[in-house]
């Protein structure tokens, strides 16, 4: 099994709607990540947690709210669903103890979203 | 804010031939640098790591170097194989926190 899971996998929907995407883990990592990938472009992040009550805006939060449920769970919600939000959703988990400081992030596969 | 750059943005060598993929960031403050691989379909996956201190990293094929002064770092992939094609990642993580900010990556192709 993956240790860093996303559901769903892909996803269309229409402008105005609400969308849940979720990531889940099982490497028992205290930090996790969101971030979004479009063409030409690097991944940027949209929001962080360092813990289940740490939870801290990135670059492009605009738009975007996360849900720490849980060590293990971490959700990204968007509000009201427009076009410029389709892009590439990654999830990433990190320990920078169990790293030995280097704090390596392990991503998810992606959750690929379509807003018409 | 720190500024990642990687070029060419596409590349096309046969198989066999060494691969030589450039990253330049604009802010020499930085933690550590990371190469990821990322394949369609799937997440982004660690290849190398080096720390601020350090000026090169090896596994396999894979050599990165790091010149903290010039903001540049380069990963040297030996006798290509067609498996090694896939879009390669640069990362830099800032010296006060553990934010990632990313290159828009090399898309490699190895033709058998």
């Known amino acids: 099994d993956a240790d860093v899971t996303q559901t769903p996998r892909n996803r269309i929907t229409k402008t105005g709607k609400r969308i849940m995407l979720e990531c889940s883990q099982t490497k028992g990592h205290d930090r996790m990540y969101w971030y979004r990938q479009d063409p030409g472009l690097g991944l940027r992040l949209i929001y962080y947690s360092f813990d289940v009550k740490d939870i801290n805006k990135g670059e492009i939060s605009d738009g975007y709210s996360v849900s720490r449920q849980a060590q293990a769970k971490f959700s990204l919600s968007l509000e009201s669903a427009i076009p410029n939000q389709t892009a590439l959703y990654f999830c990433?988990?990190?320990?920078?103890?169990?790293?030995?400081?280097?704090?390596?992030?392990?991503f998810g596969p992606g959750t690929r979203l379509t807003v018409l | 804010k720190q500024e990642v750059t990687q070029i060419p943005a596409a590349l096309s060598v046969p198989e066999g031939e060494n691969l030589v993929l450039n990253c330049s960031f604009t802010?020499?403050?930085?933690?550590?640098l990371q190469w990821f691989r990322q394949d369609p379909g799937k997440g982004l996956t660690s290849l190398l790591l080096i720390q601020s201190s350090q000026r090169e990293q090896t596994s396999g094929r894979l050599n990165a170097s790091l010149d903290k002064s010039s903001g540049r770092s380069t990963l040297y992939i030996a006798a290509s194989q067609p498996g090694d094609s896939a879009t390669y990642l640069c990362?830099?993580?800032?010296?006060?926190?553990?934010?990632?900010?990313f290159g828009a990556g090399t898309t490699v192709t190895v033709r058998a």
């Open positions: 990362a830099v993580s800032p010296s006060d926190d553990y934010k990632l900010s």
């Open positions: 802010d020499s403050a930085i933690y550590n």
């Open positions: 990433a988990t990190s320990d920078l103890f169990a790293s030995g400081g280097t704090d390596t992030q392990y």
